[in-house]
């Protein structure tokens, strides 16, 4: 990935273990039933970083949909899980 130019090894091994603590955030407390309410702010973190990364191509002009288009659809669906999350039909 053309991106990681941009950035110090650090920074994207720390990008990579938020990644994958925020997925872990969002399968877990779900399945296990313990502090179920970390779910929405795990999908609002990785929304977050969502929109980073949309934001990190767009400056690149890695405008193109091969190269946007996992961090748009991530956005969404992270925005999905948090609304349904927050929202009055949460289980």
Request: glycine share 14%; aromatic share 8%; proline share 7%.
């Given at each position: 990935?053309?991106w990681?130019?941009?950035?110090s090894a650090?920074a994207?091994?720390a990008i990579?273990?938020a990644?994958?603590l ?6 877990l ?10 779910v929405?702010?795990a999908?609002t ?5 969502m ?7 767009a400056?690149r002009?890695e405008?193109q949909a091969?190269a946007?288009?996992?961090s748009?659809v991530l956005?969404?669906?992270?925005v ?12």
């Open positions: 990935m053309t990681t130019e941009d950035f650090g994207v091994k990579g273990a990644e994958a925020g997925a872990i955030g969002l399968i407390p779900a399945v296990t039933g313990v502090a179920p309410v970390l929405p702010l999908a973190g990785l929304a977050l970083a929109i980073g990364a949309a934001v990190v191509h400056r002009g405008t091969m946007m288009a996992p748009v956005l969404i669906l992270t999905v899980v948090a609304w349904g999350r927050f929202g009055p039909y949460a289980f």
